[in-house]
């Protein structure tokens, strides 16, 4: 499906975003740029922001101070052309189990309004290793092979920012290796791409860029060439102003 010209954004930029409940601060006046095709990597302990700061992103959330930018346009007033250059990847996988592999691909290809949605499917499926499968019911796929499913569920309409919550969890080599590939040609392919994980083995080699974030704060450490899990440590043992 086309992308929409004016909303062809190469840059998204959170601009000292906040985000508040009540008097939990979730994410504290945070300023940062993303760029197409690169790969970001989100670490962090749990609570520390990083489903925060996607949902900020995929414009779930609004923040309670600051804006989000796509292309140098506030999201506020983009609406849902905006929306139609996000895919988002989370916990939920978003798939009905009793339906096909195949049927789930066209319902949500159809809501998407993507076009030539046979071929459309059919090469989500083979994306996904999944062609042998196309006609099996949800319901019967393991973990794996269900994430495999759902992230071409997410890249249906060919998003340009890709935006994935713990996308390696439950996954075995092959599913891991699988995932690792897709995303490095949709880098290729000029897309947006941020990744909440806890897996350092698995983003090591993958990611362009790192981000830490810790108690609503973040920190930018951009490419890190040494041991990511021996850096995040390093990081979260330091002082945070």
Sequence with gaps: MPRVPDLDFERVELREASRHYGRRRALAKTSLTFDRGQITALFGPNGAGKSTLLGLVSTLMRPTSGAVYF????????GDDLRRQIGVLGHDLFLYGDLSARENL????????????DRTVDEAL???RLTERAQDRVSGFSRGLRQRLALERALLHRPRLVLLDEPFTGLDD???ALLGDRLARLRADGAIVLM???????ATGLVDRVICLRNGRA???GQVQESLRDR???VMAEEWS
């Design 71 to 78: 292309g140098g346009q506030p999201s506020s007033i983009l």
């Design 106 to 117: 066209e319902f949500f290809g159809g809501l998407y309004g993507v076009r030539d949605l």
């Design 126 to 128: 083979g994306a996904a």
């Design 174 to 176: 092959e599913s891991a």
């Design 196 to 202: 909440a994980t806890h897996d350092f083995d698995s």
């Design 219 to 221: 920190r930018d450490l």
């Design 232 to 234: 995040y440590r390093s």
